[in-house]
């Protein structure tokens, strides 16, 4: 499943964000690509180890944990470090597929869902879709600022070439308290469903309570 989202950073966030990416220092983003996707990674990531670094990690991080769509769609149980990237002209990320697990130790974490959010517009740039392969089809993807791209990291996936301007994005793993993404898929549905319920029924109704019980039910016989 390919869940864009939108407004996960709102206008005062993004100008904040801003401010701290003009202040960062970057590296070569091939310092964190796994064997074979070094091979195929050309673009820059912030340091995020100092004061401005962390404080711009923890902002995003703090965001992309409390949407509640994301929430409802991966039910994270762990994410990973996150990474903010930087690509200019010429640069790109080749076909590959995410390593299954992120870190070590007790910071491991399996990679059920990837993200990307969008942190420059996408007419900031030429280029640098988000080309995701899966089942015989492949998703072309460049989202407005703000917004952000879940999708499976068992997926092969690449961003292709920006030839003009820079394409500057935040990216991350997130291994859910479901496992199976059909699980998962179940359990948003039925989340969505229990929103759009809870416009014309009282939480104590019948419908809600059994919609409530059957979701908690679903989370026992799914969780890991």
């Avoid at 074979?36 to 100092?50: E, F, P, S, Y």
């Avoid at 640069?91 to 869902?113: C, E, I, K, P, Q």
């Amino acid at each position: 499943m390919y869940l864009p989202i939108g407004g996960v950073l709102d206008e005062e966030q993004l100008s904040e964000v801003e401010r701290l990416l003009g202040t960062v220092a970057w590296r070569d983003g091939k310092e964190t690509a796994g064997r074979v996707a070094k091979q195929v990674k050309i673009n820059t990531q912030a340091d995020l180890t100092n004061r401005t670094g962390v404080k711009l990690r923890d902002m995003l991080r703090e965001a992309i944990l409390k949407h509640p769509v994301l929430r409802a769609a991966a039910w994270p149980k762990l994410m990973s470090k996150i990474l903010v990237s930087k690509t200019g002209p010429g640069g790109g990320y080749g076909m590959h597929v995410d390593n299954a697990f992120m870190g070590s130790g007790n910071n491991r974490v399996r990679t059920d869902l990837s993200f990307t959010l969008f942190l420059s517009d996408e007419t900031d740039y030429d280029g640098g879709e988000l080309l995701i392969e899966q089942a015989g089809t492949s998703q072309s993807l460049k989202l407005p600022k703000g917004a952000l791209i879940l999708y499976p990291s068992t997926s092969l996936h690449e961003v292709q070439p920006v030839t003009s301007g820079e394409r500057i994005v935040c990216v991350g793993w997130i291994e859910s308290l479901f496992a199976r993404p059909d699980d998962r898929e179940m359990l948003f549905d039925l989340e969505n469903l229990r929103a759009s319920l809870s416009a014309r029924h009282n939480a104590q109704s019948v419908e809600m309570l059994t919609l409530a019980k059957t979701i908690a039910n679903l989370q026992r016989r799914f969780s890991t």
